[in-house]
């Protein structure tokens, strides 16, 4: 069962670095829909595009799956035969609970694409040949030093044709519009029931861990990672999703 996120409820003595530990896991699915606007509409989405793109016998993966939402939608649309998704994350209480979910998935439904969930660190992975890579809303929490030795070694597991789908909150080059779309993140928090307490705690416990760059940083590092062609396809406030082509 899913809680109801109350993490960051009560005044902290210490706000602590954010991590993906056993409290965070037990209520992830609440957490992630009411802070990251868009969050259904683009895993969902993803679902459609790896179908579009995964091309048979060929291997998808989920970078930072955490409980495997994209990989259970990748699940529902992919049809090419002979697929396997591959959903790697580092919390061991996320990837137990993945494994959890996705039986649950194997019992409700025949049939569909089979998944290793492997528990590691997505920059030290030896990537196989691949046409469909995920990482949903993980790189901005990679180390900006590691972030394009990662998509590089994307890129070159890619098969011809092959597809990154890169998720991100961004940060905005102008001022005025970062203080506008962060005003407007703050109001769908306290939209979907965050108090001022909890949005400013949950901030000040993610600010060092968690680093967003600009659409145009993406881009750039995409193309200097090899990748011949990227664009974004969904933006929701100070959050977007892109689709770089090998
Ligand atoms: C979704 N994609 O619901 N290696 C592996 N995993 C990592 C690493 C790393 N180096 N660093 C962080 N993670 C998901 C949501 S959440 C996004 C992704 C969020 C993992 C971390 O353990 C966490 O599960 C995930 O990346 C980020 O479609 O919480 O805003």
């Known amino acids: 069962m899913t809680e109801i996120d109350k993490l960051f409820a009560k005044p902290l003595t210490q706000v602590s670095d954010f991590v993906f530990d056993d409290d965070v896991v037990r209520v992830f699915p609440d957490m992630i829909k009411r802070s990251v606007p868009g969050y259904p509409t683009i895993v969902e989405t993803i679902g459609l595009i790896a179908g579009q793109y995964a091309q048979s016998d060929s291997l998808i993966y989920d970078l930072g799956c955490s409980l495997g939402a994209a990989t259970q939608s990748m699940r529902r649309h992919v049809r090419a035969a002979g697929c396997r998704i591959i959903a790697v994350d580092s919390s061991a209480p996320m990837v137990e609970r993945c494994q959890e979910y996705l039986r649950a998935q194997d019992a409700m439904v025949e049939e569909l694409t089979p998944v ?15 046409s469909v890579v995920v990482l949903n809303f993980t790189l901005q929490f990679i180390a900006p030093s590691q972030r394009l030795g990662l998509l590089t070694a994307i890129h070159q597991a890619l098969l011809p044709g092959g597809l990154l789908i890169l998720s991100e909150k961004l940060a905005f080059a102008d001022p005025q519009t970062q203080q506008s779309l962060e005003a407007m993140h703050y109001v769908f928090k306290r939209a979907n029931g965050y108090s001022e307490l909890e949005i ?8 060092k861990v968690m680093l967003p760059d600009t659409l145009q940083a993406h881009q750039d590092r995409l193309a200097n990672a090899g990748f011949s062609h990227s664009h974004s396809w969904f933006q929701s406030l100070n ?3 892109i689709m770089a082509h090998k």
């Open 116 to 130: 290793d969930v492997v528990q590691g660190d997505i920059t030290q992975l030896e990537l196989q040949p691949c």
């Open 239 to 241: 959050f977007c999703s």
């Open 200 to 207: 400013a705690q949950k901030r000040s416990a993610i600010e």
